[in-house]
């Protein structure tokens, strides 16, 4: 009757039930679970394609996967290589000049931090300025080299909406993120204070997936705010401005220099360039 009992189970375990039976029983096995607090546990380590950088270092070295549970990853690897269509758009957005040249630094430097997992800084980059700028081509290209280290938040993410839940399930998508962007903010728009406060404190967060239980985690994300006007006094109260580093965007492409797809060709063409150009940042 042996072969008989195996052939059994066999069927049993194939069936629909049976599966489900040990998926329900795989999801409390100790060797199964993971804890959120893991998983991208190092605020200076990012994951690329290519390895694990050291952001305190600039270092690349062979992922442990004994050790390093991540769960972003950049699109590419960093590599020192030339970058001139990226050179040339930081000059054509901010100029050449002392000024221009101290703003690509110091833009240079807010994005080396933001792509740590360090959020003691309790900064907001705010880009702001009129279209055909830049600033939108910056961050497309900033995100799309990310990969799953950055998102774009959605629409009214801090602003005032009625009553604010801090359980929301739009929490989530900030576990494990670097840089999230909020974007086309208007000049009458007002900021929830409570949200901005949270969300930039350092404070673990709370949160939880449709129909499934609330997890905390150490938040790692740094806030950028992309708008076509200056912030105005009464969009925020103290918390607001205390953490805000304006960025202007004040030179306009011509028409006959805009290239469109910018974004795309910088990613295509320069892309681990660029992202060596932020790690450096970091350092």
């Known amino acids: 009757h042996a072969p008989n009992a195996v052939l059994a189970h066999r069927r049993h375990s194939l069936s629909t039930t049976g599966q489900n039976a040990m998926l329900q029983q795989a999801r409390s096995a100790p060797g199964m679970l993971l804890k959120a607090d893991i998983l991208d546990a190092d605020p200076y380590t990012l994951c690329t394609p290519d390895g694990m950088v050291d952001l305190r270092t600039g270092t690349l070295r062979a992922a442990d ?8 990853s950049t699109t590419v690897g960093p590599a020192r290589q030339p970058t001139p269509r990226w050179n040339r758009f930081l000059t054509d957005t901010f100029g050449h000049d002392d000024a221009g040249r101290a703003m690509t630094g110091f833009l240079q430097t807010l994005l080396g931090y933001s792509i740590t997992g360090d959020v003691g800084g309790q900064v907001m980059p705010f880009l702001h300025g009129s279209g055909k700028n830049g600033k939108s081509v910056l961050l497309d290209v900033v995100i799309k080299l990310l990969g799953d280290y ?7 993410f801090l602003m005032e909406r009625g009553k604010f839940n801090e359980h929301s399930t739009e929490l989530t998508e900030l576990h494990g993120r670097r840089l999230f962007v909020c974007s086309e903010l208007k000049p009458h728009d007002k900021f929830d204070e409570a949200r901005v406060k949270l969300l930039t404190g350092g404070d673990r967060l709370k949160a939880r997936r449709m129909r499934q239980d609330f997890f905390s985690f150490e938040p790692t994300h740094k806030l950028w705010l992309l708008g076509n006007h200056r912030p ?9 401005w205390r953490r805000i580093r304006l960025i202007p965007f004040e030179r306009v492409v011509p028409d006959h220099r805009k290239i469109d797809n910018l974004a795309e060709i910088l990613v295509h063409d320069e892309g681990p360039g660029i992202l060596h ?3 450096q940042g970091a350092k």
């Open 65 to 72: 996967p004994a050790s390093d549970f991540v769960s972003r």
């Open 150 to 156: 950055a998102d774009a938040a959605p629409p009214g």
């Open 232 to 240: 105005e006094v009464g969009t925020g109260g103290h918390a607001f």
């Open 277 to 279: 150009w932020m790690i």
